[in-house]
């Protein structure tokens, strides 16, 4: 898969610049992916406005597939997935059994919603929401479990407003799984080398060398004893 370019979502206009207006060659794409014995059918609209949110990028591929193999355990958990594009990551939470928040900003949210549909059961524990970090971060809970993102870390300017956002989402308590494809074009090291680490106990989990994809987990930092 190419690299994005700058990202084409509008909120706030200075950080998101918007790729305006509908294309004659939109289309969809339905792609099939089998993750913990669950077999996802995951709609992508390309050609659209929907820009880098419109496809399934390896990061977060990569990230489903940790959860697989590390088994790590949704059940009961209250989950919130960010910059969701298509949904694939917080939709397979949801079918492991978390209670999950799936979110993005409004353009992306009919494309997610029809993807909830195609594979959450009904009554499944998946609801879609619309959140633009480091503007209505606080109308969300401060008490999750988990926070997920898969390649939302490559826009320089937005780095601070998730900083915030990751700070107010994870419970005291909760952990963060975010994996990334390393592009030093875009200074994505740097989030993780200098940004995260000022809140958060950050430690490398994975890296995928042929895909350049890392997944970090971070943790709140423990209080320094008075």
Not at 117 to 140: E, K, T
Not at 164 to 178: A, D, E, K, N, S
Request: aromatic share 10%; hydrophobic share 40%.
């Amino acid at each position: 898969m190419a690299d994005p370019g700058p990202d084409p979502e509008s909120e706030p206009e200075s950080v998101f610049p918007r790729e305006v207006g509908l294309f004659a060659d939109s289309y969809s794409e339905k792609i099939q992916f089998c993750f913990c014995g669950h077999m996802l059918s995951i709609t992508q609209n390309f050609g659209s406005h929907l820009g880098v949110a419109a496809g399934v990028w390896d990061a977060a591929l990569s990230l489903c597939n940790y959860f697989e193999s590390q088994n790590v355990d949704f059940r009961g958990r209250k989950v919130i997935e960010l910059g969701a594009g298509t949904g694939i990551v917080g939709i397979l939470a949801a079918l492991q059994g978390g209670d999950v928040t799936i979110t993005d900003l409004p353009l992306a949210l009919e494309q997610i919603q029809g993807n909830v549909q195609s594979n959450v059961p009904a009554g499944g524990q998946a609801q879609v929401r619309a959140l633009s970090w480091g503007i209505d971060q606080h109308v969300f809970p401060g008490d999750y479990d988990l926070v997920l993102g898969a390649d939302i870390v490559y826009l320089e300017p937005t780095f601070p407003l998730l900083l915030g956002t990751l700070q107010h989402l994870c419970g005291p308590h909760g952990t963060i799984y975010l994996a990334s494809k390393m592009r030093e074009e875009h200074g994505t090291e740097s989030f993780f080398q200098h940004f995260l680490p000022q809140h958060f106990q950050l430690e490398l989990v994975q890296r995928d060398e042929d895909e350049n994809v890392n997944i970090y987990r971070a943790r709140h930092r423990e209080p320094r004893p008075a």
